[in-house]
Structures are given as structure tokens and as C-alpha cells.
């Protein structure tokens, strides 16, 4: 057994400790409180958290670091991205697999130890094991105009379990890309999917853009433009003449085993909604600014009693993926929620919407010590706040046991 010693301990599911100790049992928590203990490793003046969870990215993505401009139109940059991607035709490229590879790395350096990884094409499951990164990699399906959605849901279960689960740390489900991607009868067929594999969870981008509102409530814009220029328009898709939010849930989708990403573009109804529902919205704030699609509403989201996550997104709208960054930006945009609901958002709500919440993102006995400290001043009163100020990973000390 090994016990750890710090200024302060945050278990996120109860307040934090002063002066606190960690025991850790063959990679167990084996137990958690204050005072002396005999044989500890001290730590000093340092914040022991669990590993944050990174709840929404596209590691396959991330050889577009710095190639993709930031820019004041969701449409624009969409463009730009297929663009980019065509100059690496295959998948496993090693351009991609090398960029995957280092960013997983630079992610774990920053104290990320849990990933929802969004991907076209797989190439990260085996690099996300090898790096001992546990994750929930949605296999993501687009389709506004397919002919036979089961066929293609079966044929992407096929895939995923071709992967095994070997490694069960590393955990495959379908997603469906977005509203204006994604046919209702694929939307249909995926959730069918989901019902049958009670678990697994599932995701969707949704209510990113104003562009995305437009189309989903009458047919018309950007989003219409795009689908007809890629020949994958479909004359039988009607409008909603509703929110993106109200057209998922309409249509069985959202619920609480369902992670909805971005949701910047949400009304009161459509925040009551998702609340009602419990499903968590994963936020990317960086993300969101860099895209130019706004800043997400975090304030109302919590008001609204939402389950909120935290993500990233991927190097091709983000800088890096640094959570403790994407919790400063948080901090910044939600000033008056209590930093400590911050911080469970990034943890333990992550961990619990991709499935892993018996697991991870909590300091409890019996959880998995996937643990990091984080060097804290001497004269840190609210440890809490301080971790919302925008740690960089030099300051962080993985606890490996």
C-alpha cells in the first residue's frame, strides 16, 4: 500500500480536505482522510485530484493542428476541414497515427486520464490502449441520405467488435454525427442500436451553430447549400419547424445515456429539455470561439439543473488539449458557478455520461487510483478556485502506483 500526503485532497464527490492523506492498493483507493498517517509519501504543498476527463475530442484530427484558421463562421471552417482531410486520403497515414499518438501523450501529461474520442475511422483505439488512456471511442456514422440505415448500423457494430474489447479500459459505441448529417431514419436505427446494448452511450453534435438552427427549423441556408453541393441532399427530409434539441428529442434519441455536445444555440425550453431528459451536455468552449459559433451558455445550463461534461474538441478548433485550460475558459464565461461544480464536471460528470462513473472521476475507496497532484502555493486559500485559473502541465504530477 502506498499512502499519499497533500496540503489538500479533492475527492469532487464531497468537499475538499486540508491536510489530507490517499491510500492507494494495488491501483485501488484503498482509503481517504485527514491527520497524521504512518508511511506516507509526502507531497507537500499540492492538490490531489482524480485524472480529469476529457469528454468530447477527435484524436484522429489531430495532425490539423495549426492548419485550420480560427474564423467567424461554423460553415467556413467546415469547409476548411474537408478540405484539409482530403490530402490524407488513408486513415492510417503516418502523418495521422504519429499526431494521435503525441497528442494522447501531451493529453495525460496535462492530467487527463479519461477520453470521449469522436472518430470516422477507428485509427486511435489501438494507440488510445497502447498509452493506457481509457476512453469511450464513438464510432461516428453521418448519412442525410442513406438507402438502408440498419444495414449500415449493422455494418458499423461489425466494426466495433471486430476491435474486441480486449482492454476493457477502451470501450466502442456508435454515435451519429449531427442533425443536419444524420438521416431521422439513421438517427432511428442508431438508437435502436443503443436500446440493444444497454452499456453503451451514445453522442451528438448538437445546437452548435446558428446555421444548424436554421436548417433543422425550416430547410433553408448554409447547411441546405452544402448537402445539395455534396450531392447527399435528400428530397424526402422534411424541416422540423422546431429547435435542434426539440427535433432529437421528437424523435427518441436524446436521453440520459446520450451526450450532447456543444449546444450553444439552446433556448429555455430546449435547456428545461435536456434537463428533463438527463442528458449531459459536453461543453468546448475554446472550441465553441474558435469555430464562431458563440460562447455556450454555461450559466443557464446549471441553472437549468443540467448535467454538464467538459471536452476539449479536437487540434483542429483548440490549441491544445489541456482540460485545466478548458476549465479556465469555463471559469471566465460561468463566474457565478461554485468552482467546486466546475471541477465535478470535468471529473466525475464526464466519467459517469461516457459510462465509467463506477470507475473514475472521484477520489472514493474502491475507484481506480487514477490520481494527479498539482503543485498549489503555500498561501492558497480556495483550492478550488485555484484550479480553475489555468494550470499548465508542468505543474502536474501523475501519482503512478
Not at 94 to 102: D, F, Q
Not at 336 to 343: K, N
Request: hydrophobic content about 45%; proline content about 6%.
Amino acid at each position: 500500500m502506498v499512502v499519499y500526503r497533500a496540503s489538500w485532497i479533492l475527492p469532487i464527490s464531497s468537499p475538499p480536505i486540508g491536510d489530507g492523506w490517499v491510500a492507494v492498493e494495488d491501483g485501488i483507493v484503498a482509503g481517504v482522510g485527514t491527520g497524521t498517517k504512518a508511511g506516507v509519501v509526502d507531497l507537500g504543498s499540492a492538490a490531489i485530484l482524480p485524472a480529469l476527463v476529457n469528454a468530447h475530442t477527435h484524436l484522429e484530427l489531430s495532425y490539423l493542428a495549426g492548419a485550420i484558421q480560427p474564423t467567424d463562421r461554423f460553415l467556413d471552417w467546415i469547409r476548411a476541414v474537408m478540405a484539409a482531410r482530403r490530402r490524407y486520403p488513408d486513415p492510417r497515414d503516418p502523418v495521422i497515427l504519429s499526431s494521435a499518438r503525441t497528442t494522447i501523450a501531451a493529453a495525460r501529461a496535462a492530467g487527463t486520464g479519461l477520453m470521449g474520442d469522436i472518430s470516422n475511422t477507428l485509427v486511435a483505439v489501438p494507440l488510445l490502449r497502447e498509452a493506457g488512456m481509457a476512453a469511450r471511442v464513438f464510432y461516428e456514422l453521418l448519412g442525410f441520405n442513406t438507402d438502408d440505415p440498419a444495414g449500415r448500423v449493422r455494418a458499423a457494430r461489425a466494426a466495433i467488435d471486430a476491435e474486441g474489447e480486449s482492454g476493457a479500459d477502451v470501450r466502442l459505441s456508435l454515435a451519429p454525427h449531427a442533425p443536419y448529417s444524420v438521416s431521422p431514419g439513421l438517427f432511428t436505427a442508431i438508437r435502436d442500436d443503443l436500446d440493444a446494448h444497454p452499456a453503451d452511450v451514445s453522442t451528438v453534435h448538437l445546437a452548435e451553430s446558428p446555421d444548424e438552427v436554421e436548417f433543422i427549423a425550416r430547410g433553408t441556408g448554409g447547411w441546405r447549400d452544402l448537402l445539395a453541393e455534396l450531392g447527399v441532399w435528400s428530397t424526402a427530409w422534411r424541416p422540423a419547424g422546431a429547435s435542434p434539441v426539440a427535433y432529437l428529442s421528437a424523435l427518441g434519441f436524446l436521453d440520459a445515456r446520450v451526450l450532447a455536445v456543444h449546444a450553444v444555440q439552446c433556448s429555455p425550453d430546449d435547456l428545461a429539455r435536456l434537463g428533463t431528459l438527463g442528458t449531459t451536455v459536453v461543453s468546448c468552449p475554446r472550441s465553441n470561439r474558435y469555430v464562431g459559433v458563440g460562447d455556450p451558455p454555461l450559466d443557464a445550463l446549471y441553472a437549468w439543473s443540467v448535467s454538464v461534461a467538459f471536452g476539449t474538441d479536437s487540434l483542429a478548433s483548440v490549441v491544445d488539449l489541456n482540460m485545466f485550460a478548458e476549465l479556465a475558459a469555463a471559469r471566465r464565461l460561468a463566474p457565478r458557478v461554485p468552482a467546486g461544480r466546475l471541477l465535478e464536471s470535468a471529473t466525475l460528470r464526464g466519467a459517469s455520461a461516457l459510462g465509467f462513473g463506477g470507475q473514475y472521476g472521484s477520489i472514493e475507496a474502491g475507484k481506480r487510483a487514477s490520481l494527479i497532484a498539482v503543485r498549489v502555493p503555500a498561501d492558497v486559500a480556495d483550492v478550488e478556485e485555484y484550479l480553475l485559473s489555468g494550470i499548465e502541465p508542468a505543474a502536474v504530477t501523475w501519482l503512478d502506483t
